[in-house]
């Protein structure tokens, strides 16, 4: 079952434990799949425009917000702003993706539900009620089991909205994430 953490219920120890819980569980997931050891592995925090958006679809996208909520109880794609069709990421070969937690940017409590698929309509991977969070007037909660991706997972995220924001509001949803990915032999 999922659930949500709320950010406000956690100590920074806490927080810190549910990331290197997430980055571990990559880093398993991405030693299964490509027979690797660790020290071959790199994590880093996820960007959006680079990681989960194709480059062409980068024009014009403003980094996690939804198309405009102009329905009440319909699902919006976390990635795709302006172009839904164009903007469902698909994990790379090389990597693997661990979704951590979210924050609801929006004012007003737009959104009910956040769901994380496999596939364009696919099979439910996880599931968190975001009431949980206004309840407590939080914006950002850590979920208790992180949700993975890896090559050739579609990574088919919404949230359904709650209320209508107008036409031309999209909701702002950052997700937390890492990327785990073989490691490189360029210094940063």
């Given at each position: 079952m999922s659930y949500l953490l709320n950010e406000h219920d956690l100590s920074i120890?806490?927080?810190e434990f549910l990331r290197t819980q997430a980055i571990q569980m990559g880093r398993a997931r991405a030693m299964k799949a490509w027979s690797v050891q660790d020290k071959d592995l790199d994590d880093r925090h996820a960007n959006y425009l680079t990681d989960f958006i194709p480059a062409g679809p980068i024009v014009g996208l403003s980094g996690w917000l939804t198309m405009p909520f102009a329905a009440v109880a319909t699902a919006y794609?976390?990635?795709a702003n302006s172009t839904p069709a164009a903007v469902t990421?698909?994990?790379?070969t090389n990597q693997v993706w661990v979704f951590y937690g979210v924050s609801v940017l929006t004012l007003g409590d737009p959104a009910t539900l956040l769901?994380?698929?496999r596939g364009a309509a696919g099979?439910?991977?996880a599931q968190f009620d975001l009431e949980e969070l206004y309840?407590?007037?939080?914006l950002s909660g850590y979920f208790n089991t992180p949700v993975t991706y890896e090559n050739p997972d579609i990574a088919t995220v919404t949230v359904t909205s709650r209320i209508i924001l107008g036409a031309a509001v999209g909701c702002r949803v950052r997700l937390m994430a890492f990327v785990i990915e073989r490691a490189q032999n360029t210094l940063i």
């Open positions: 120890d806490r927080k794609s976390v990635f990421p698909v994990c790379p769901q994380f698929r099979n439910l991977a309840g407590q007037q939080s």
